[in-house]
Structure formats: structure tokens, C-alpha cells
């Protein structure tokens, strides 16, 4: 059964950067067949796509946080990572890794087929 | 950039049906995903490709898509259904492309 798994600091002082990893357990992240994305959901609001990778390292971004944030694949170690710069405190939320599918002979993404169990990432000094 | 719309909040007694509207232009020529979201946990697929189930999802879970309206319909609705619910399509339309989820519709089982 595939498994995700969020880690990285639950507080990120203001003006820092979030760094944050995704290791995938049960499945290979070099799968042809998946891109590797985050998404975040602010308390109480809903659900904002961030990025998403596949194993080559071709990325798509969510233009609206393109500029601050960087998604990277570790193939070695089953691993993808994001990193969020100059966080404020709008930047807190609960981020969630999660396997997209690929539609068939496409470059589109298809459904979010796996989550992982989601981190609680606050901005505070 | 492309949006959805959901409405933030759906009603319905047990044993009744609920439908959940996701608005979005020209949807009907796009695949829509559908999400179920409880409290505390990460959200669970529920419909694909506007009207296929995954795997140990119940029947009562059904979607269609057409024009301007994709739809989420949950059968014979039990309490176990109250959640909230986001669609989400692949927009290819815009550049650049990307994913985009609907702001989310809080059912209730009344």
C-alpha cells in the first residue's frame, strides 16, 4: 500500500524559509505513471494547489507562489521536497504531500489518487 | 486563471439525495475530480474523471459533467457522509497550466 509521509519544522520564523520533505513508501517515485505534488489548506479554508514534480524533475507551479517556491526530487531516497521563502504568517497551513495521476499520452495531471496525512506548518516569531 | 465555484453549503436528511455543484467555464470539455474531506484528515477521492469511482467507494457516490456545471451526487445520504467537498480540474487552458480546486462545500446531514 502507498504511503506518504510529510516531515520537516512545524514553526518557521517570518521571512524564512518552510522546507519541508515527502517520502513515498510502498511505490517507486520513478514511476513513468505519476507526477509528486503539495497542496495546502489554511485552518479553517480550503485546499490550494502549491506544485508538482515528476522523477525527471519537470515541474508545474501554482503561478501565484511561483516565485517563492522550489519543488525537488530525490530519487535515490524516494523523496520530494518543498521549499517556501519568505514566508509570513498567510504562508501558515497545513501542507499535504500527495501522488498525482497522468492522463494517458498527455502532459495533463489527472486525479490525486494518494495523500499524505497532511503537517501543520505555522509562521510565528 | 481558470475558477470554480462551489457553493459553501449543501443540506439534506438521511436517506435523501445530495447534489453538489462545481460551476466553471466550458467545464464539460474537462476531467473533474471530487474530494471528500472530514475533519482532522486529508482528503479521500471519491469520483474521477468526472463520473468513475475508486476502489471501496460506495455506489451511492456518483458524477456527471456537462456545459457549464460538473455534479456530485451522494445517494441515500448517511451521517457518515457530513464532510466537506472540493472538485478539482487539470487547466490546460491557461498558461500556465496547473491544478485548480473549488473553494469546497460543506455537506450537513441534518
Known amino acids: ?125 | 486563471s481558470y475558477v470554480l465555484t462551489q457553493p459553501p453549503s449543501v443540506s439534506v436528511a438521511p436517506g435523501q439525495t445530495a447534489r453538489i455543484t462545481c460551476g466553471g467555464n466550458n467545464i464539460g470539455s474537462k476531467s473533474v475530480h471530487w474530494y471528500q474531506q472530514k475533519p482532522g484528515q486529508a482528503p479521500v477521492l471519491v469520483v474521477y474523471d468526472d463520473s468513475d469511482r475508486p476502489s471501496g467507494i460506495p455506489e451511492r457516490f456518483s458524477g456527471s459533467n456537462s456545459g457549464n456545471t460538473a455534479t456530485l451526487t451522494i445517494s441515500r445520504v448517511e451521517a457518515g457522509d457530513e464532510a466537506d467537498y472540493y472538485c478539482q480540474v487539470w487547466d490546460s487552458s491557461s498558461d500556465p497550466q496547473g491544478v485548480v480546486f473549488g473553494g469546497g462545500t460543506k455537506l450537513t446531514v441534518l
Not at chain 1, 498525482?100 to 486525479?111: F, N
Open chain 1, 1 to 125: 500500500q502507498l504511503q506518504l509521509q510529510e516531515s520537516g519544522p512545524g514553526l518557521v520564523k517570518p521571512s524564512e524559509t518552510l522546507s519541508l520533505t515527502c517520502t513515498v513508501s510502498g511505490g517507486s517515485i520513478s514511476s513513468s505513471s505519476y507526477y509528486w505534488g503539495w497542496i495546502r489548506q489554511p485552518p479553517g479554508k480550503g485546499l490550494e494547489w502549491i506544485g508538482s514534480i515528476y522523477y525527471s524533475g519537470s515541474t508545474y507551479y501554482n503561478p501565484s507562489l511561483k516565485s517563492r517556491v522550489t519543488i525537488s526530487v530525490d530519487t535515490s531516497k524516494n523523496q520530494f521536497s518543498l521549499k517556501l521563502s519568505s514566508v509570513t504568517a498567510a504562508d501558515t497551513a497545513v501542507y499535504y504531500c500527495a501522488r498525482h495521476e497522468i492522463v494517458p499520452y498527455s502532459s495533463r495531471l489527472g486525479a490525486i489518487s494518494y495523500w499524505g496525512q497532511g503537517t501543520l506548518v505555522t509562521v510565528s516569531s
